[in-house]
């Protein structure tokens, strides 16, 4: 006999199991695509118009020392480019799978190899 907590985990089982909808899974690639611009617009252009100094090195590093918290939530949004990056990937995969299963794989692929090699230069 079912009882009704049987009955709501599996209604709880089939909605997890339950395709997403293209539409939702675009909607968070469209949101991550946000995400990517606004943190790589205060990466890239933001924070070393206010921490570096052509031409003085050590004026350079005296105003990253003197603005901690500002250099390292540069790196920190680095970081959320690159996690952002990895789980774009993903949805663009399922995205572009009914179109054409090897091209979105090799999509894929290549995607995840530019965000590890960006990976890379942060590191330096």
């Known amino acids: 006999m079912n009882t009704s907590a049987d009955i709501a985990s599996s209604g709880l089982a089939a909605r997890e199991n339950a395709p997403r909808s293209p539409i939702a899974i675009a909607r968070l690639a ?3 695509y946000i995400v990517i611009a ?12 206010q921490m570096i100094v052509a031409g ?3 004026a350079t590093a ?7 918290a500002l250099f390292r939530s540069g790196i920190a949004s680095e970081y959320l480019i690159l996690l952002s990056e990895v789980v774009l990937s993903i949805l663009l995969y399922i995205l572009l ?11 894929t692929i290549f995607r995840l190899i530019m965000t590890a090699i960006h990976g890379m230069n942060l590191m330096n």
């Not at 005296?62 to 901690?68: F, K, S, T, Y």
């Not at 799978?97 to 999509?107: E, F, I, M, R, Y």
Request: charged content about 10%; overall charge neutral.
């Open 30 to 32: 469209g949101l991550l």
């Open 38 to 49: 606004v943190a790589a617009g205060f990466a890239h252009f933001y924070l070393p118009s």
């Open 56 to 58: 003085d090195a050590a």
């Open 62 to 68: 005296r105003n990253i020392v003197a603005n901690e």
């Open 97 to 107: 799978k009914p179109a054409s299963h090897t091209l979105a794989l090799l999509a």
